[in-house]
């Protein structure tokens, strides 16, 4: 595995894959969506302690990833449910982001943090 440009490349028997960062952003993405706590992703940067949620959209840009010679670090950001216990939502989050990327992408991941930005109410639906 080799990092070039923005890019991680991957040699194979019959070639090389190149995946975008962004790429594996998105499949961390949606694993951290599909897990139960999370109301939704955030924005990195904290400005006077307002947290901006995204839309799913946009959820992408709230998962940074790192490439590494042998892996990759992902960083996400995220908004979880009030009366919860926030330690395991966030472990749950690590779990699904792991299996996701490693078996979609096939990248080992060497680590992931989970920054929670913030802890808001569910809103009941009729």
Known sequence: MTKEANTIQIQTDLGT???????????????????YGVV??????????????????HSKRGVIVHSLDDGVIVDVYV?????????EVANNIKENVRFAVENTV???????????QSVRPVEATE
């Open 17 to 35: 894959i190149t995946i975008s960062p962004t790429a594996i952003a998105g499949v961390a993405s949606r694993a951290v969506l599909q897990t």
């Open 40 to 57: 939704g992703m955030a924005l990195p940067s904290l400005r006077d302690g307002l947290v901006e949620m995204l839309s799913r959209d």
């Open 79 to 87: 908004v979880l449910a009030y009366g919860l216990r926030l330690s």
């Open 106 to 116: 096939g990248i080992p991941v060497k680590q992931i943090n989970v920054h929670i």
